[in-house]
């Protein structure tokens, strides 16, 4: 009877070769066998099993685990290659490890699923926050380091982005915000025709789009149609490894692709807002005209008399803070796109729900705030 040789797996001339015996008793040293070689070493390189000496189902086991079960397969069913006991065996052992069912989930509670869950969901913001804080320290610092430079300024992608934020999004938020003023003058006069006090109408619309709805429709729509577009725009370039171009010529891209959308953001939403304030007081009026048979005459003597000009002035006042936080969100979430189209179409909708949650978040507490102080 031949001498027993401990199992050991070695690299010869490129190829890994299998020698010993893999056998029970040399069960807890062939587990530590062939660690110092990774598994794409393992399943690419040439198997000599000519040295292979006596084995059992436990060297079998950690034979497969060391080469696969699939491959270790193969290569046990070339004929001639093995005996044909020990291919029957190794066949034998690596079609059982093929066919294991995956180890079923461990047994957690709903309880500890739902607070990891959560707690998963509170980092999560957690790091959206913090990245979204450190960008807007970046955006800030070129934007102070710019402007006092007027040959750094870029002044044609400024112009249009103003052209495509504010002159494209024109007509849409005119027609909206008039037909949201016409549905809010219908509600109200329903509603106060039962008190007699249909006259109120006029103040209702004047008060919710003057101080509320012409700043916070006009930014979400541009939330929902702006910074969708900065976010595929800048992740489309970073796809195709335009972003690395920009800085491997030296020039900053948060100077060249940020800080024009952020200014033009800055120029475009308050013109906005204020079309949005005018076109919902017009549909406001014309119910008002066609149902209440105020005129519009009347209708702008109620609003001149009775309404201070301070509230026209705290919805304009939360455009500039609205554009910035658009502009931002959007470009950030370009930025943050992987090499694949997915990630733009991913970071795309993120940037769009980013941007309508930090609008209403930020007009709430602002309306709070300004009811506070008294505005």
């Known amino acids: 009877m031949p001498p027993h040789i401990p199992g050991d797996a070695v690299m010869e001339a490129g190829t890994l070769v299998i020698r010993g015996d893999w056998t029970l008793p040399a069960y807890k040293r062939l587990r530590s066998v062939g660690g110092e070689f990774s598994r794409p070493t393992q399943t690419s390189l040439p198997v000599d099993l000519s040295g292979l000496g006596r084995v059992d189902t436990a060297g079998a086991s950690q034979l497969a685990s060391l080469l696969g079960p699939e491959r270790l397969l193969g290569l046990a069913s070339e004929p001639g290659l093995l005996p044909a006991e020990k291919s029957a065996l190794l066949c034998a052992v690596c ?15 709903r309880i500890a699923l ?26 800030l610092a070129a934007l102070f380091w710019t402007l006092p430079r007027p040959r750094r300024w870029r002044m044609t992608p ?58 916070l429709l006009a930014a979400i729509l541009l939330a929902g149609r702006t910074a969708s577009a900065f976010t595929a725009h800048i992740g489309a370039m970073k796809v195709n490894e335009e972003l690395d ?41 014309s119910v008002c005209a066609l149902v209440l048979d ?43 796109v992987g090499g694949s189209a997915q990630s733009v179409g991913e970071h795309t909708t993120s940037s769009v729900v980013q941007s309508i949650f930090m609008v209403i978040l930020l007009d709430s507490i602002a309306a709070l705030f300004f009811m506070e102080m008294g505005w």
Not at 114 to 127: A, H, K, N, P, Y
Not at 306 to 316: A, E, K, S, W
């Open 158 to 215: 400024f112009v249009a982005a103003v052209q495509d934020t504010g002159l494209n999004a024109l007509p849409i938020v005119a027609l909206l915000t008039f037909l949201v003023g016409a549905v809010v003058a219908f509600l109200g006069a329903t509603v106060l025709e039962d008190f007699g006090a249909t006259i109120y109408t006029v103040h209702l619309v004047a008060f919710s789009f003057l101080r509320e709805f012409g700043v």
């Open 95 to 109: 079609e059982a490890m093929s066919n294991r069912p995956e180890p079923r989930p461990a047994n957690i509670s």
């Open 294 to 336: 105020i005129y519009p005459s009347q209708f702008m003597a109620i609003i001149e008399r009775d309404i201070p000009l301070r509230h026209f002035l705290v919805g304009l006042s939360k455009a500039p803070v609205f554009a910035f936080l658009i502009a931002v969100i959007g470009c950030l979430e370009g930025f943050k």
């Open 245 to 285: 171009a920009i800085r491997t010529l030296g020039l900053n891209p948060i100077e060249l692709l940020v800080l024009p959308r952020v200014l033009a953001m800055a120029v475009s939403l308050p013109i906005l807002t204020f079309v949005g304030m005018v076109a919902g007081l017009v549909g406001g009026a």
């Open 114 to 139: 739902l607070l990891s869950e959560t707690g998963r969901r509170v980092e999560t913001l957690f790091q959206l926050l913090r990245m979204l804080n450190g960008f807007i320290g970046q955006t």
